[in-house]
């Protein structure tokens, strides 16, 4: 009975200085303005993690706009369930996947419509959360001007939210970022030969 009283007393001693620990992070961090995440790496659950952060702007009576770059001829989840949301505006590139396309100026042609839209919501002070998914791959593909993309990032509204997912974030994007997370593949069953699934992939 001694040795359970003196672990309880132990894990609240730990439990306390953590406490104390998370309590002046917390009075620390005082600066109050939007911030920039960036969801890269080649593990799955970018995009994801991305609309789990809209749905939490929308639970807290945010406006959230959605562009999505490369999915265009995909019926996602995401956008059935959230397309008629009346917080929520959607731009949607429209030519699908660039290994399907095989057509440059097109997808550079629907990059910029998209990319057009961006830019609009990029200075609305009516918005608060803008989500630019797969935006990675039109810098890496030079469909849309890197220094474009960061200034227009850079000169948002203050309290404006900007997500953006995609593998191999550059480091002009990241280095405007706030916050930064990798995803790692460590197991993929689309690599075991598994089709992509319903409310998992799309």
Known sequence: MNEDKEKQNRHKKRMQRKKEHIDKKITEANIERGIVVILTGNGKGKSSSAFGMAIRALGHQQKVVILQFLKGDWSCGEQLFLRDHSDVEFHVMETGFTWVTQNREQDIAFADKVWQQAK?????????????????YMLNYK?????????????????????????????????????????KDVKHAFKNGIKAQKGVEF
């Open 120 to 136: 609009r919501v990029l200075t609305d002070d009516s918005v608060d959360m803008v989500i630019m998914d797969e935006l990675t």
């Open 143 to 183: 469909y849309l001007s890197t220094e474009e993309v960061t200034d227009a990032i850079s000169q948002r509204p203050n309290h404006q939210n900007v997500i953006i997912t995609g593998r191999a974030a550059s480091a002009e994007l990241i280095e405007i970022a706030d916050t930064v997370s990798e995803i």
